[in-house]
C-alpha cells in the first residue's frame, strides 16, 4: 500500500489547513480522505467542505 501525504488548502489564500499521511486503499482515495478529515475537524458538511476547500496530494 503506497502511503501519501495529503494536503487540504483554503480555496481563498490557497493556505494548508490540515495536512496528514494517508495509506491509499481501493475504496478510499486521498480527496475522500482530505473531505472528511476537514469535516471532522470543523464540524462541516461535505458540500461546506468543497466549497471552502481544496484537497491535493503533498509534494
Keep these: ?4 501525504m495529503v494536503e487540504v488548502r483554503s480555496n481563498i489564500n ?6 496528514f499521511e494517508h495509506v491509499e486503499e481501493s475504496s478510499v482515495n486521498i480527496f475522500t480522505a482530505g473531505y472528511k ?3 471532522k475537524r470543523l464540524g462541516i458538511n461535505r458540500v461546506q ?3 471552502r476547500y481544496y484537497v491535493t496530494e503533498s509534494n
Design 1 to 4: 500500500m503506497e502511503k501519501k
Design 37 to 39: 478529515a476537514i469535516c
Design 14 to 19: 490557497d493556505n494548508v489547513i490540515i495536512r
Design 49 to 51: 467542505a468543497e466549497e
